[in-house]
């Protein structure tokens, strides 16, 4: 997870809500230096400095309000542009997408990101889709928060399997009707309300696997 000043504290915990209970996964935040990053919401940690992450399995990219700074930080842009041709997916949340767009890992391609930052992604040439989540080969964007808990599944998905994907939602979702997980808790409500108001958006045509994975409400279906 690459961590930069200013991060959402809420794009990090959804992915980690989904990784942390995905079998061998082992979460690590990267960035320039170890230490603490603080950013709205509250602070995360960053365990390894870019050098030491040469290989990562997957890349995420969380949101936040330092993303125009991280967009032009160039270690973070070079670690990107290293990992990104041999890690087995990228995903950015909201305004991370504009990172990913800025290290040149998005071409001219339209890519999901939050509502605010279409001016700022179209600058690194790409422009903002009106989807949820966008799939560009290996690289996963979305419009940020419960859309990133969505792609987490969507990567365990491709990593794992549909067992694995329905397991992990069981369990986000037993923890949300009133297991002692007050983080997951919230999410749910998030997912529940969004749920609610008005029809749900097409499917996004670039995705692989709409036999098996939709993300308003998120649902499994059997091959």
Do not use: K
């Not at 290290?103 to 040439?125: C, I, M, P, Q, V």
Request: aromatic share 4%; net charge neutral.
């Amino acid at each position: 997870m690459a961590l930069y000043p200013g991060v959402s504290a809420n794009e990090c915990e959804a992915f980690t809500l989904v990784f942390e209970r995905l079998p061998d996964c082992e979460i690590i935040g990267v960035g320039d230096r170890v230490g603490p990053v603080t950013g709205p919401g509250g602070m995360q940690t960053t365990d390894r400095r870019f050098d030491d992450v040469p290989r990562p399995d997957v890349v995420l990219v969380p949101g936040g309000l330092g993303c125009a700074r991280a967009a032009e930080d160039p270690a973070l842009r070079a670690w990107l542009q290293a990992v990104a041709s041999q890690c087995r997916w990228m995903a950015a949340s909201s305004t991370g997408t504009v990172v990913v767009a800025a290290a040149g890992l998005l071409a001219d391609r339209e890519a999901a990101t939050h509502w605010l930052a279409g001016d700022l992604l179209a600058s690194y040439g790409s422009a903002a889709s009106t989807e949820r989540i966008v799939e560009v080969g290996r690289v996963i964007t979305c419009e940020g928060e419960i859309t990133a808990m969505h792609v987490a599944l969507l990567v365990v998905l491709r990593l794992a399997g549909p067992d694995e994907v329905a397991r992990i939602r069981s369990e986000l979702d037993r923890h949300g009707r009133g297991e002692p997980c007050t983080a997951t808790r919230r999410w749910w409500r998030r997912d529940a309300r969004r749920g609610r108001t008005g029809p749900a958006r097409p499917r996004n045509p670039e995705l692989v696997a709409p036999d098996v994975i939709e993300f308003e409400p998120l649902r499994i279906h059997p091959r």
